[in-house]
């Protein structure tokens, strides 16, 4: 079974330009959530779809942060404009259904300079 | 979500069992006590999850308490592939009309010593 696949790996912006990360999660899984993790701490949940829905954005900052899930598969999650403080490491993950475990993709390392 | 306390890091030496403490005194009665743990370079991965009695897996096991206020992850034979961050997280078993989140803390980071 494949895992989550998320792409870019690494990317290195310049502050206020904008970016977009992609996620696929494993095929069936109707929950996916976007976490962000700053170096040395835990991973926080910015967003949680129930397939094509958001079910949780309370911690997304919707002011430079959105996210979508288009017909309940791939997501995609866009900062703009970047600010040296959304450095971090993006994570997505999916699970069957809210309370099922979940399942990580390797994550996207944001640098912004 | 209850808080959790979990040790900043614990070192072990590679092929001896490791027991990865987890404190969790205000837990309520529907709270599930989770386990991910976090390789180098990688997203986390789910371990072991548990509510009253001890689990076991191919990956590990887990102890509770008695009186659930504690916990214990154990590692039976460490390998130099064990070393991670490895976190403890309660998770509400009441999924109710939206899910309960995992919440993250700083976790315990384990060094395995060959």
Redo the contacts between chains.
Sequence with gaps: EAG?AQSPRYKIIEKRQSVAFWCNPISGHA?LYWYQQIL??????LI?F?NNGV??DSQLPKDRFSAERLKGVDSTLKIQPAKLEDSAVY?C?SST???Y???????TRLTVT | DAKTTQPNSMESNEEEPVHLPCNHSTISGTDYI?WYRQLP??????VI?GLTSNVNNRMASLAIAEDRKSSTLILHRATLRDAA?Y?CIL?D?D?GG??????????TQLTVLP
């Design positions: 989550v929950t040395g701490q835990g991973p926080k949940l949680q129930q079910v949780d994570l993950a259904l809210p309370h475990e979940q399942y990580f993709g390797p994550g | 989770h370079s990688q997203g986390p991965e789910y999850h961050v976190y998770r078993r999924i939206s899910a309960r989140q995992l919440t993250f803390g700083s976790g």
